[in-house]
């Protein structure tokens, strides 16, 4: 095992330099940079000044040249400073990560504690009414557009019952301390929380309720149930048990997805998290907050399915890495 | 277990929002009236709250909060004395031309809010950061003519022999050099714009699945620019130049500093200094005096010429002597609270708060009181929007304009372009989009500044058929198809990029000039893109038309947009006018302290400009500011509220309920 993961840790870090020139590529040759981009419209800048510009933001290098500049650097941990944020690239995400892990951890958690359960109860009562009305609420959650779910629970909730704040993060007005900020901050959270559970709850309870059908048509489901074990036990013990195999795995998938940040409800909600800051960043043509976040959410996924494959071995006795 | 799941999340629901109404009213004061905190509802901030720094217009509104300018602008843009006051001599200069001297005071007993007192040297302070060798931030002081910056910015005493020793060596360059030049320029397109793109655009048809297809290009491509070399002379001149010019920068700084001081600029006591810049010029004055002052006790202990390592790492927690302190910026919000030692008064908002909003619920938040002041975009559903809630608003004209281009060096005959002129039915477009929000002006300027001509008059009405004379003038006729073709056979066919078009005021004009031009059996492209490719593919001359605006003017100057010298490649001069009369007139205009006779010049230029048929004005547009009378109490605003002076200009005296 330890062989196993040692031979994969050294297979990232080429992954991640194929990765990481890729993605240098892909952004230097976006249309537009940052100077052209922050002097647009103004009819004071000069031409020597932008150029002079471009020099100081390490813009006039080729390609190739720029890409070794910054990897040098950021072998040693020097991701450079944000163009648009002028702070070192790992505090700007270090501030926001956590913000948009607030967020997207807890919808991530009542998805577990909503998916499964219901996943596993529509199992039990295929082409029932419950089996039929559970899919298609999943389905209809899947298919719905996060900015257009976000904008009808805006009008309902915040704009015409007034329950829950229209966005924001807390209240400007109080000037909130410890356990009340918290309050308030979670009060706003609702809304976007509600978002990401909705429109994602489907994916997870489906992948639940294909992966318990199989179990339950399993041989050992019917020895079990031939043997008079009661269904409580039949469906608890048995079939869930070996359900949560595959549920596990995809659990340690969803690692990049948590820190990430969410583009389009952050947005909405004008929540400060990394989604919300990767945009403004790809808008304003921030070269080294682009690579830093990509690299982070690069090494995010390999680690994910690094833990994913790990896992599969700790919960699936059959399964030797050696 | 979904019943108990279902009324746990329910449970936390009410106790969050129960909590969240105990605290919500928890920032008032009974004594101070209902309210004591403005919040200023912005679109998403960058967080660089320096001035020397700062990119966002929505950063600047909390920059100019936390800091006191010299001078600022009046409501009718005229410079008025603020924080201190500048006052223009001219002089004769050494070499016989003529100089401005500037004389810069400070108001004497103003103090930061630190409690350390306001002098000249702080100004001082303020313009070496912004005159530094390696100053990357937007300010534009660095265009001036001071005496001596350029000695300052190359480090080297004397700097206008090595200049012209750069000049006369990159002018002679060896055909070897050339030819060097145009291998470098090829790897660079290659580099920047792949083997296969290049294949395309030059129409070389080589086969993509060839293994050597890459060196296939690069050669095909390469014998290209060989053959036009000559062509490719005046960049290699201009190369040679800017490397000349790199090293000479570096090479100065490296080895020590030579120069410490730009010899233009005085200090003569401690609360006056002098600035000498050559010539005369509108602008300067406003250079130099709309600037804030920064602490030099807090931003600069270790600033040295050439590192503004030290100055950039107080960005984030600016320190001043405006109206109010700046206490933090978390969770999208930003807290200032009322500086008691202001030098113009204590303001009597004790607490003020930017809080980010997204665009599209700016007017939203304001009706169910979360925010007090914003700037929504203005368009006729929110002005009817407000009108419903009873929420009071000023509308100001925008100090900028839209336009319509037309590139003259693609579209090179005058006649095509003046019958494209003739096609822009502007009115209607406009007045559909905005309403009363915006109006059709008639020369390339925004109608805030005083030198703008309120008495033009349109110079290309609509009318299809005068298009279809000067089409005809041009040598266009239509062929047995139908086409409008010239003697050639070619049909005539123009390219317009628009960004977002599904959403542009111009989208009107542009959709009328295709139904016309497809009647005059000409072909009208319109592409819609990214805004950022956009402005790429007009800087690289590779539109016919664009459709775009200028904004953040407040003087007068041309200078970057129409003059010859601008339309070198990045230059703003993307219409390739270029005209010795108007260079003239530009020049002269800058030039011209006397605001009637500068303005006789100006409408001359614009007359000129509006001759070459290369820019077509389209709109003067408002912007809107709202505030929420529940909270504001609006008798408190400015009485006349404009483009250069809003409730911030007087935020001392703005009271809420």
Redesign the interface.
Same mark, same amino acid.
């Given at each position: 095992m330890k062989q196993y993961i040692i031979r994969r840790i050294l297979i990232s870090i080429f992954v991640l330099f194929g990765v990481s020139f890729l993605l240098y590529a892909i952004i230097r040759?976006? &249309?537009?940079d940052f100077i052209?981009?922050?002097?647009?419209?103004?009819?004071?800048?000069?031409?020597?000044?932008?150029?002079n510009?471009r020099?100081?933001?390490g813009l006039d290098k080729?390609?190739?040249e720029g890409y070794f500049s910054w990897a040098k650097d950021a072998i040693r941990g020097d991701l450079g400073?944000s163009f648009?944020?002028?702070?070192p690239v790992t505090q700007v995400i270090g501030d926001r990560m956590w913000v948009s892990f607030a967020l997207a951890g807890t919808a991530f958690v009542?998805q577990l504690?909503?998916a499964i %359960?219901?996943g596993v109860?529509a199992a039990t009562k295929q082409y029932s009414k419950t089996d039929y009305t559970i899919v298609a609420v999943a389905l209809a959650g899947i298919s719905l557009p996060s900015f257009f779910f976000a904008a009808v629970l805006?009008r309902i909730f915040?704009?015409e019952l007034?329950?829950? &704040?229209?966005?924001?993060?807390?209240?400007?007005?109080?000037?909130?301390e410890g356990m009340?900020l918290f309050?308030?901050?979670?009060?706003h959270f609702?809304l976007p929380v509600t978002v990401f559970v909705v429109t994602s709850i489907g994916g997870l309870l489906r992948y639940t309720r294909t992966n318990m059908l199989e179990v339950l048509n399993a041989d050992y489901v019917r020895t079990a149930r031939a043997k008079g074990v009661s269904e409580g036990k039949v469906i608890g013990r048995h079939a869930f048990r070996n359900t949560l195999i595959p549920i596990v795995t995809m659990v340690g998938g969803s690692l990049p997805s948590l820190f990430a940040g969410a583009i389009i409800t952050e947005?909405?909600?004008?929540?400060?998290g990394l989604g919300?800051t990767a945009l403004?960043a790809i808008?304003?043509?921030d070269i080294p907050f682009l690579m830093g976040y990509n690299m982070f959410i690069a090494i995010l996924t390999l680690l994910g399915t690094l833990i994913a494959d790990i896992l599969y071995a700790v919960v699936d006795p059959r399964v030797r890495y050696n | 277990?979904?019943k108990r799941?279902a009324a746990i999340?329910l449970a936390a629901?009410m106790?969050?929002?129960f909590?969240?109404c105990n605290?919500?009213?928890?920032?008032q004061d009974p004594t101070q009236g209902k309210?004591d905190?403005l919040?200023i509802g912005v679109s998403?901030l960058?967080?660089?709250f320096?001035p020397f720094?700062y990119?966002s217009a929505y950063d600047a509104q909390v920059i100019d909060m936390v800091f006191s300018p010299i001078c600022v602008l009046d409501a009718d843009n005229v410079m008025i004395p603020a924080a201190g006051s500048i006052s223009a001599e001219q002089i004769d200069g050494d070499n016989g031309q003529v100089q401005t001297k500037y004389t810069v005071k400070v108001q004497e007993g103003m103090k930061f809010t630190d409690g350390e007192p306001v002098t000249i040297d702080d100004v001082l302070f303020t313009y070496y950061v912004y005159l530094d060798p390696?100053y990357?931030g937007?300010g534009?002081m660095?265009?001036l003519p001071i005496v001596g910056l350029n000695e300052y910015k190359y480090d080297t005493p004397d700097y206008s022999q090595k200049i012209a020793e750069f000049q006369q060596q990159s002018q002679n360059i060896t055909d070897e050099e050339l030819d060097a030049f145009v291998e470098k320029y090829t790897d660079?397109d290659m580099?920047?714009y792949?083997a296969a793109y290049i294949n395309e655009a030059l129409g070389l048809g080589l086969d993509e699945s060839a293994a050597d297809f890459e060196e296939q290009v690069r050669a095909a491509y390469l014998a290209m620019n060989m053959e036009s070399k000559e062509d490719l002379r005046a960049d290699a001149q201009a190369d040679k130049y800017?490397q000349l010019i790199?090293g000479f920068v570096t090479g100065n700084l490296s080895d020590g500093i030579d120069v410490e001081s730009i010899s233009g600029i005085e200090r003569i006591d401690d609360y006056t200094c002098t600035v000498l810049v050559d010539g005369i010029s509108i602008?300067a004055d406003r250079q130099l005096a709309l600037q804030p002052i920064l602490p030099e006790h807090y931003y600069g202990p270790d600033f040295q010429k050439g590192d503004l390592s030290a100055v950039?790492a107080k960005?984030?927690a600016p320190m001043g002597s405006g109206p109010y302190i700046f206490q933090s910026y978390n969770?999208?919000?930003v807290?200032l609270t009322a500086n008691p030692d202001y030098y113009k008064g204590e303001p009597k908002i004790k607490?003020l708060?930017f809080?980010?909003?997204?665009e599209?619920?700016k007017v939203?938040?304001t009706i169910?009181g979360?925010?007090d002041i914003t700037d929504p975009s203005a368009s006729i559903e929110v002005m009817e929007q407000l009108h419903e809630e009873g929420i009071e608003y000023s509308l100001v004209d925008n100090n900028?304009y839209g336009y319509i281009a037309i590139n003259a060096k693609r579209v090179p005959d005058i006649n095509v372009r003046k019958g494209l002129m003739h096609l822009m039915n502007r009115g209607p477009a406009i007045e559909a989009y905005y309403g009363e929000l915006a109006e059709v002006i008639e020369r390339p300027m925004t109608t805030t500044l005083a030198e703008y001509p309120d008495d033009a008059t349109e110079y290309y009405g609509y009318s299809p058929e005068k298009a279809a004379e000067y089409f005809e003038k041009a040598g266009y006729t239509k062929d047995a198809s139908g086409k409008l073709v010239n003697s050639d056979g070619e049909q005539l066919s123009i390219e317009i990029g628009i960004g977002e078009l599904s959403n542009h005021p111009a989208a009107g004009i542009l959709t009328q000039m295709k139904i016309d031009m497809d009647a005059l059996g000409a072909e009208f492209i319109i592409s819609d893109m990214?805004?950022?490719?956009l402005?790429?593919?007009m800087?690289n001359d590779d539109l016919d038309m664009f459709v775009?605006?200028?904004?953040?003017?407040n003087d007068c100057?041309?200078t970057?947009?129409f003059s010859s010298s601008?339309t070198? %490649?990045?230059?703003?001069n993307r219409v390739w006018l270029q005209d010795e009369e108007l260079d003239k007139l530009i020049l002269q205009s800058t030039q011209t302290l006397d605001l009637e006779e500068r303005s006789e010049i100006v409408a001359q230029e614009l007359d000129i400009i509006m001759d070459w048929a290369v820019y077509m004005p389209i709109y003067q547009r408002k912007n809107l500011i709202i505030y929420n009378p529940e909270v504001v109490n609006t008798d408190t605003l400015p009485e006349r509220v404009t483009t250069y002076w809003t409730y911030a200009s007087e935020i001392e005296n703005l009271e809420l309920h």
């Open positions: 040759m976006m &249309p537009g052209s981009q922050v002097t647009s419209g103004n009819p004071q800048i000069t031409e020597e000044m932008k150029e510009l020099a100081l933001y080729g390609i190739i400073t648009v944020y002028k702070q009542l504690l909503i %359960p219901l109860l805006k915040a704009v007034g329950w829950f &704040p229209l966005q924001g993060m807390v209240t400007a007005r109080a000037d909130l009340a309050l308030d901050m979670a009060w609702v947005g909405i909600f004008s929540i400060d919300q403004n808008h304003n043509g | 277990m979904f799941i999340l629901c106790t969050i929002s909590a969240s605290n919500g009213e928890g920032g309210y905190t919040v998403p960058n967080g660089v320096s720094f990119t390696n990357d937007m534009t660095n265009t660079l580099q920047n792949g800017d790199a602008t950039h960005d984030a969770n999208n919000i807290s607490n708060k809080q980010v909003v997204s599209d619920d939203n938040a169910l979360d925010i900028g990214d805004p950022n490719v402005f790429d593919r800087q775009a605006a200028w904004g953040n003017a100057d041309l970057q947009i601008s070198v %490649p990045g230059g703003s």
